[in-house]
């Protein structure tokens, strides 16, 4: 073979080239196996306090958007942040979500601060894990969320208890505290069939001393609300451990009660202690969330005169169909599918539960090839996907007609992107009994008055959702020409 100037050059040239791009392949490799280890993108923002005082300023306001919107545009929809105390990673993204909301007990597992499991309980269903958590879940939703046990039972109480309130109502109504001694009444009910008395006015007292504790600064030597709701949270064990002893005693009862006690025919007998944690985070899961819905509905119903109107037509209808002093039947909460139109948009624009706190159990790869490591803090954002313009048309605008006539919330729960009530082993088990007791509400509402607010108010989301004044309106009780 003859060796030109020419041909050593052109050899010279591709093994330059072939050096190159090896050495290209080499890089990139190394560089995509540091981007899987690596966290997700993001700020940790100042020592100690992280980001945490922009995430409550901004969900101090009307419009909290902006905090992960800044965020999601800089980084992608799953970033780094350090808030309350800790490096956190937060997603807003529906896949991640679900990954997350799927994998709890295998890659995740809920994490709660100290401060909030000292006032639920050590027993509570929220804290539990494994097996244990599986059984208790399994229970309370054949309780709870049963179609046939809300049909059969609950309904008719949701429904007397509603009207029972409503009696009392003229002039100015302060609409949350009045929804939320409902959902109290309602509760109290439903886990140990006690109707509204002096004890269960008394035991609400202390309890919202206890609800108080949750928003607090939990610093026991510091805070005087928090050490305040801890002995608030005494009293009410106390209270209930009473009542646990004597239905020991006593006859079998059909309420979540009944059904924890009857744990013991299978075998396993609870303590009165973990009877009272169990019911005592009860309690707490269902009451500010549903009152908080019950009041922000009426509000976005207020401020939509044709979704009003739409409304009260249906449950008009449903009215004219009965005789005086009715109860509500199952078929009738079946026909009010502009309802639940309303109720899954108020769900979706409120986010009540604005998102899930979870701790990686091991090193989790995720979105983009980045990993999130074992021990981590997680947050997965349901609001973030419930506010995002991709997932949902106008996704800022109150417009409960984008939900399918029959009121389901199927074809945005095939894509995973409306998780109000959770998902995966944890979903929250009062989700059908929400439903009932918001429709119910709605109806006693707006088939037995009309209102006008009694004063400005606006919806915050910092330390919870709510409406800065607690929505006082002015109510007037419809006349039967009107009907
Ligand atoms: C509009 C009303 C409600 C909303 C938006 C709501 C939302 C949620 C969400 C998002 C979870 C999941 C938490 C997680 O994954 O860590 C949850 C869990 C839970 N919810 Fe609800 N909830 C509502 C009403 C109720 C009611 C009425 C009850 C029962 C009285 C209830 C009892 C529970 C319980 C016990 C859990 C814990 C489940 C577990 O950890 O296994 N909720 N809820």
């Known amino acids: 073979m003859e060796y030109t100037a020419d041909s050593i050059f052109s050899q010279f040239l591709w093994l330059i080239l072939f050096l190159s791009a090896s050495a290209a392949v080499v890089v990139a490799r190394a560089a995509a196996s540091r981007r899987r280890r690596r966290l997700p993108p993001g700020s940790l923002g100042l020592p100690l306090i992280g980001e945490t005082l922009q995430l409550i300023s901004a969900y101090r306001t009307e419009n909290p958007e902006p905090f992960i919107d800044e965020r999601v545009a800089k980084c992608g929809a799953v970033f780094t942040t350090h808030v309350f105390g800790e490096a956190t990673v937060f997603s807003a993204d529906p896949e991640t979500n679900r990954t997350v909301l799927q994998n709890e007990g295998r890659l995740f597992e809920s994490s709660y601060p100290g401060s909030i499991s000292n006032l639920l309980g050590r027993h509570s269903l929220l804290l539990m894990r494994g097996g244990h958590h599986k059984r208790m879940h399994s229970l309370t939703a054949a309780t709870f969320a049963n179609a046939a046990v809300i049909r059969d039972h609950l309904l008719l109480d949701v429904d007397r208890l509603v009207r029972l309130n409503m009696d009392a109502w003229t002039g100015r109504v302060t609409l949350m505290d009045q929804a939320k001694k409902i959902t109290f009444e309602l509760t109290v009910k439903q886990l140990m069939s006690i109707d509204p008395c002096e004890w269960s006015e008394d035991l609400m007292k202390e309890y919202m001393l206890v ?239 009309s209102w006008i607010p009694a004063e400005q108010d606006k919806v915050v989301f910092f330390p919870t959702t709510r409406t800065q004044k607690r929505y006082p309106i002015i109510v007037q009780r419809r006349s039967n020409h009107e009907l």
Request: hydrophobic fraction near 40%; proline fraction near 4%; aromatic fraction near 10%.
């Open 211 to 449: 609800i108080e504790g949750f928003f607090t600064v939990p610093l026991p030597f510091l805070s005087i609300s928090y050490t305040r709701a801890i002995q608030a949270r005494r009293k009410v064990a106390e209270a209930l451990a009473t009542v646990v002893r004597e239905r020991r005693k006593g006859p079998r009862k059909y309420d979540m009660l009944g059904a924890l006690l009857d744990e013991e025919n299978s075998g396993r007998v609870l303590t009165d202690e973990e009877i009272v944690d169990f019911m005592v985070a009860l309690l707490v899961a269902g009451y500010e969330t549903t009152s908080t819905i019950m009041t922000l509905a009426v509000k976005y119903l207020t401020e939509t005169p044709l979704a009003l109107a739409q409304l009260k037509n249906e449950q008009d209808e449903i009215m004219a169909r009965k005789r005086e002093d009715y109860s509500l039947q199952w078929e009738d909460y079946k026909s009010m599918s502009f309802t639940q139109c309303v109720i899954n948009e108020t769900l979706r624009m409120a986010n009540i539960i604005s998102g899930v706190f979870r701790r990686t159990t091991t090193d989790v790869a995720v979105n983009e090839g980045y990993t999130i490591p074992k021990g981590m803090r997680v947050f997965a954002s349901f609001r973030a996907v419930h506010m995002n313009y991709r997932h949902f048309k106008d996704a800022r605008t109150f417009n409960p007609w984008r939900w399918p006539s029959n009121g389901s919330e199927i074809t945005n729960c095939a894509t995973n992107v409306f998780t109000p009530f959770g998902g995966g082993p944890r979903r929250c088990p009062g989700a059908e009994l929400a439903r009932v007791e918001l429709s119910v509400f709605l109806h006693r509402l707006v088939t037995q008055f």
